[in-house]
């Protein structure tokens, strides 16, 4: 059995969350019920990706209790003023037809046509937003998604809040060696987006050999793996099988053979990366 992760504000996170990006609406919501049928009671989306109104209808559909599922979105990346991000999460909230979310996460620190345009003064202000809509209760957890070290640092020094997670894409071989290490000293839970590479990491000959050896798929090693280095791993399915295989990862992995990912690191390439 999975142990929860709990965020350094005391939420608990159930350990494997269901990623929805990429997933099509009528995808999405097969994917959403399969997962909860599963035992998955995590599922992360976006306002962006589309698809939050077909998560909230297989949450409804599923009958299992809202309270007993945690629900991560987020905010479109390019939205860094107040009526902005008030706005868009009534929207989301709308979409999944929720009183309120389970996490809140400020999408990246620049509108993704800018990528690396510092937006400090809107990151600020849209953390500061976000709190206040925690305290109204529209939010149980607020975080960060791609944010770099300084660009966390700057919220906290504004605020004196730090987020409770951060949300990058690390899979075996793209660690962030700095940003990880950085929001783990500090108590700041690293969930993993893409664990499997968007599939890329699936095809490499040394993890399948090393995964045939536990007599488990490539995909559930790179999840066990990220499980053991402390993150919180968010694999996108559509598939059943694959979503059940997914979260059958309760397994160690050795000290020698973490070491040999580890050394994976940089080596790539894989393909189909998002940048
Ligand atoms: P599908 O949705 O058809 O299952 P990531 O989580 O890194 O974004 O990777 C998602 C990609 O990996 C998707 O193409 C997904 O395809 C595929 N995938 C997810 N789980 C598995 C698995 N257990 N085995 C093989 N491919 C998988």
Partial sequence: MLKDFIACDGTSIP??????WQS????????????????????????AYGNESDVGRAIRDSGISREQIFVTTKLPSHIKDERGVE???IESLRNLRMDYVDMYLIHAPWPWAEIGKDCTEG??????????????????CCGVSNFHPDEILSLIEATGYQPAVNQIRYFVGNTQPETTTFCQENGILVEAYSPLATGAILENGGLSQLAARYNV???????????HK?????????????????IEVDFQITDAD?????SLEGIGPYKRLRS
């Fill in 15 to 20: 350990a494997v969350g269901l990623g929805t």
């Fill in 24 to 47: 099509q609406p009528d995808d999405c919501y097969n994917a959403v019920r399969w997962a909860l049928d599963e035992g998955y009671r995590h599922i992360d989306t976006a306002y």
């Fill in 87 to 89: 706005a868009h999460l």
């Fill in 258 to 262: 973490i070491a040999y990912l580890d």
């Fill in 217 to 227: 798929s490539v995909a559930q090693l790179c999840i066990a793996y990220c499980l």
């Fill in 230 to 246: 402390g993150t919180l791993p968010l694999p996108k399915s559509v598939n059943q099988t694959r979503i059940r295989q997914n």
């Fill in 123 to 140: 990151n600020i202000i849209a953390w500061k937003t976000m709190l206040d809509l925690q305290l109204r209760g529209f939010i149980r």
